[in-house]
């Protein structure tokens, strides 16, 4: 699944930046974070023992709201302002089991592996080579460990107001199931965890944008 759509990842990188003050003003993300965390820990057994990355983790809600329920979480991301804000946030919150990285996996590997949680929140869909970036959080994993992807599912264009920096406009869920089953994952489960509405432009009709997650085990 490798997007033909205009990128330049140092662009990502100011956009995010730029955004990273108010990421949490928008109720819809942090529901959707919610949703997201309440959904891994349905699809996966969390413990107190497990050391956990998060890929593309923005301002961190996933993993904060993740924290009490695992050992460690590496929460990584492209934008330091992003990690400035989740840093902040994690401080108020009296959180103490999450460190932050920059870093970019689709262009460098990561000097850290044998995590037993992998997981990403709407971040694939800024990522053009979805089939090498899979791959590459199994990698990472310890065998037995897992991993979890949430995204938009497949959408018409007309999620983002400005696309510049989307590479995918959705993710067709089947497609991620593909690639974990031709990289060894197993036990793999794709559900629809939630939907996103957007009011139409005008009084047009409610926009809904489903959301889902995947997730597998490494063998
Ligand atoms: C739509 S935001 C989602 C943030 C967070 N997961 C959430 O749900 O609120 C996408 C995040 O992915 C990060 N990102 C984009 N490209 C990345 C890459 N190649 N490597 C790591 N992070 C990336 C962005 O900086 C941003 O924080």
């Known amino acids: 699944m490798t997007s033909e759509l205009k990128h ?14 108010d990421w949490e003003e928008k109720p819809l993300r942090v529901v959707l974070a919610r949703k997201v965390a309440g959904a891994i820990r349905q699809a996966i057994p969390l413990a107190a023992t497990m050391r956990v ?21 590496m929460a990584v991301d492209t934008s330091p302002q992003m990690l400035e804000v989740l840093r902040r946030k994690a401080g108020e919150e009296k959180i103490i089991n999450i460190e932050t990285l920059v870093h970019d996996l689709t262009s460098e590997p990561l000097p850290d592996k044998g995590f037993d949680l992998v997981m990403s929140s709407m971040t694939l869909h800024h ?12 990698a990472i994993l310890k065998p037995g460990g897992y991993l979890a992807v949430a995204d938009l599912v497949t959408e018409d264009g007309s999620f983002h107001e400005d696309n510049t920096g ?54």
């Open 8 to 21: 330049n990842p140092a662009d990502n990188v100011k956009r995010f930046d730029d955004a990273a003050a």
């Open 53 to 73: 990355l998060e890929y593309g983790c923005g301002t961190g809600m996933v993993s904060r709201a993740l924290s009490p329920h695992v050992a460690q979480i």
């Open 127 to 138: 990522i053009p080579d979805i089939e090498a970036l899979l791959p590459r959080f199994l």
């Open 166 to 219: 989307v590479a995918h406009q959705g993710i067709n869920p089947e497609a991620v199931r593909t690639i974990l089953a031709k990289n060894g994952g197993l036990d793999i489960g794709v559900q629809e965890i939630h939907t996103i509405e957007k009011p139409g432009a005008n009084s047009a009709a409610v926009r809904k944008y489903p959301v889902f997650l995947a997730w597998c085990r490494k063998g």
